[in-house]
């Protein structure tokens, strides 16, 4: 069941920013092929996931070819 203020996630976009959460405090370059890789989903999957999680400000887009995600302080902060 999601938590207040969560009502916008996908199931999957909740296991994008979890996964994301975890690697954060290593890593917060993000590619959709490397979190597809992760959480077994493909890369146009996970893209479309993205959208909705930089629509609502949980993610920041950084760079082209590849598109690099970052997690905003709303998205990091968030609990899921």
Do not use: D, H, W
Request: aromatic share 6%; glycine share 10%.
């Amino acid at each position: 069941e999601a938590k207040e203020g969560t009502e916008t996630l996908t199931e999957k976009g909740a296991e994008i920013l979890k996964y994301m959460q975890n690697e954060f405090k290593n890593n917060n370059n993000f590619t959709a092929k490397a979190i597809g890789e992760q959480i077994g989903q493909n890369s146009r999957s996970v893209s479309g996931s993205m959208r909705k999680l930089l629509s609502c400000g949980y993610v920041e887009k950084c760079g082209e070819k590849p598109i690099v995600y970052k997690l905003t302080e709303k998205g990091a902060n968030l609990t899921i």
